[in-house]
């Protein structure tokens, strides 16, 4: 049963246009996500998070957005950039709790020059 | 070190072989977390440490897995009788606390079991 999911394996978009990265939860008690960032042959690196109590996050060029009716969140990056090729990771938590961060199985985001 | 460290980095070994797995957490961090990486999956959650309380195992998938942390520092997993759906990248991570999400990855441990 899978509680995170990203729904897409891979997405390719040109240097310079917007990525959307989309995630989808079905665990109502989760009150914390994360966007992690991996290179191949490194561990996954922590890029942004967001509360539950808010519906969105900015920093730089990547915000993170969450609809909590939908139990939806995506990862908006702009201008994308080479550098931002990388497998990116969705995951969430409560607060709290005893299990750790949950994830997704991840998207292969690819940017086109 | 200035992050987690894993050793190795690859292990290739025989089915039916006892593997170990090493993670060196950043210094002063208190929280330890091992996950997995199958082929083609999320990162499935193993088991945690929290400083010097008992772990949590819940994530383990068979009794062939165990692991241990000394001193509060450095962890141990350990693979007895590995089986070649054992394969998979082992992640080490760590984070300050037990409330702190943001975790820090090691590099991994590319597991094949022949």
């Known amino acids: 049963d899978q509680q995170v999911k990203q729904n897409s394996p891979s997405l390719s978009v040109q240097e310079g246009r917007i990525s959307i990265l989309n995630c989808d939860y079905t665990n109502s008690m989760f009150d914390y996500f994360l966007w992690y960032k991996k290179y191949p042959a490194e561990g996954p690196t922590f890029l942004i998070s967001?509360?539950?109590?808010?519906d969105k996050n900015e920093d730089g060029r990547f915000t993170v957005f969450l609809n909590k009716s939908a139990k939806h969140l995506s990862l908006h990056i702009v201008p994308s950039q080479p550098g931002d090729s990388a497998v990116y990771f969705c995951a969430a938590s409560v607060r709290g709790g005893a299990d750790g961060l949950t994830f997704g199985k991840g998207t292969h985001l690819i940017i086109q020059p | 070190g200035a992050g987690v460290s894993q050793s190795p980095s690859n292990k290739v070994t025989e089915k039916g072989k006892d593997v170990e797995l090493r993670c060196d957490p950043i210094s002063g961090h208190t929280a330890l977390y091992w996950y997995r990486q199958s082929l083609g999956q999320g990162l499935e959650f193993l088991i945690y440490?929290?400083?010097?309380?008992?772990?949590?195992k819940s994530g383990l998938p068979s009794d062939r897995f165990s692991a241990e942390r000394t001193g509060g520092s450095v962890s141990t997993l350990t693979i007895q009788r590995t089986q070649q759906e054992d394969s998979a990248v082992y992640l080490c991570a760590s984070s300050p606390d037990r409330g702190n999400e943001k975790l820090f990855f090691g590099s991994g441990t590319q597991l094949s079991v022949l």
């Open positions: 440490f929290q400083g010097n309380s008992a772990p949590d």
């Open positions: 967001i509360s539950s109590i808010k």
